[in-house]
């Protein structure tokens, strides 16, 4: 699905960078979302954004910075990570915020902190 | 509060033989379920969903899903395998009171050996 796209596919970084994590989507959305995933944990939700407003913030630490200057364009500006930070970072988007609307993703952003 | 539970880490199945996906769920409302498919590498595809209506759900590749609300339970099924299906597989629960969020389960690995 081309729908959502992440770039890079793959970052290694060290904990003293700072880098970026981009989210473009095409489907004409107005929510988006950024979710952790790491090996044998149920995904985790970061953020969710509707209507460029950030309607969640799930607890998750200031080394982590969203942005989304518009409906179709979601960042996450990363600074002094920890390894334990190392994951796959997937931002998905749907129709609305509403409980009945499906979320498409993006393939991830692979991220490995040295 | 919502939760949702694939009580099996992996399923192992012979191409060409039924599948089946487990899942059980628990909201305080009327539950919105969903089924995503992750392939190596890429972010998660959506399957189907329930909101409402017919308790058999069709979705893409053949799979169906059927509600089960007294037994709170929204399993995945195919009838005759592929070993294309291999995947990881996860199911997700939004209470209808619930507006962003998706509780995801921890994911189940299936494999189809030829």
């Known amino acids: 699905e081309t729908g959502v796209t992440q770039t890079p596919r793959h970052l290694v970084m060290g904990m003293t960078n700072k880098k970026s994590l981009k989210c473009e989507q095409h489907l004409g959305h107005n929510a988006m979302y950024w979710y952790k995933q790491s090996a044998k944990k149920p995904l985790e939700l970061m953020f969710v954004?509707?209507?460029?407003?950030?309607?969640e913030n799930n607890s998750v630490p200031s080394r982590f910075s969203p942005e989304c200057p518009n409906s179709s364009h979601l960042f996450l500006h990363l600074h002094t990570l920890q390894p334990e930070d190392s994951a796959l970072y997937l931002c998905?988007?749907?129709?609305?915020?509403?409980?009945?609307?499906?979320?498409?993703f993006g393939d991830g952003t692979r991220l490995s902190i040295l | 509060a919502q939760s949702v539970a694939q009580p099996e880490d992996q399923v192992n199945v012979a191409e060409g033989n039924p599948l089946t996906v487990k899942c059980t769920y628990s909201?305080?409302?009327?539950?919105?379920l969903f089924w995503y498919v992750q392939y190596p590498n890429r972010g998660l595809q959506f399957l189907l969903k329930y909101i409402t209506g017919d308790n058999l759900v069709k979705g893409s590749y053949g799979f169906e899903a059927e509600f089960n609300k007294s037994q709170t339970s929204f399993h995945l099924k195919k009838p005759s395998a592929l070993v294309s299906d291999s995947a990881l597989y996860f199911c997700?629960?939004?209470?209808?009171?619930?507006?962003?969020?998706?509780?995801f389960g921890a994911g189940t690995q299936v494999v189809v050996t030829p």
């Open positions: 998905a988007s749907s129709q609305t915020t509403a409980a009945n609307q499906p979320q498409h």
């Open positions: 909201v305080s409302g009327n539950p919105y």
């Open positions: 997700a629960v939004r209470d209808t009171d619930s507006w962003g969020k998706f509780q």
């Open positions: 954004y509707n209507f460029k407003e950030q309607t």
